[in-house]
Nanobody
Framework: VQLVESGGGLVQPGGRLRLSCAAS????????MSWYRQAPGKERELVAA????????NYADSVKGRFTISRANVKNTVYLQANSLKPEDTAVYYC?????????WGQGTQVTVSS
């Protein structure tokens, strides 16, 4: 099982990034997917989640209206479009796949928002 995040980097405040998480080794279309983030000295927090068929999404209040989670089951990939980025969005972003007791995490990708 692998979850590989990409798309992170350094961006100025107000900028945008698109994070991707490529999955392999399990039946991607059967799993709920989510993005979490962890800033230095803080606990890991849920950013956004999407059901297995993409029909339902939910977001942390801090990113509502700025971030969009989506998935392409034919590509075994989940995305996080992050717009209007703020310095407080700086964190390592992780993707997670969960189905019942099966729970997988990626290694994370760094997002830094700074001028």
């Amino acid at each position: 099982v692998q979850l590989v995040e990409s798309g992170g980097g350094l961006v100025q405040p107000g900028g945008r990034l698109r994070l991707s998480c490529a999955a392999s080794g399990f039946t991607f279309s059967s799993y709920g997917m989510s993005w979490y983030r962890q800033a230095p000295g803080k606990e890991r927090e849920l950013v956004a989640a999407i059901t297995s068929n993409g029909g339902t999404t939910n977001y942390a209040d801090s990113v509502k209206g700025r971030f969009t989670i989506s998935r392409a089951n034919v590509k075994n990939t989940v995305y996080l479009q992050a717009n209007s980025l703020k310095p407080e969005d700086t964190a390592v972003y992780y993707c997670r796949a969960k189905r019942y007791s099966f729970d997988y995490w990626g290694q994370g990708t760094q997002v830094t928002v700074s001028s």
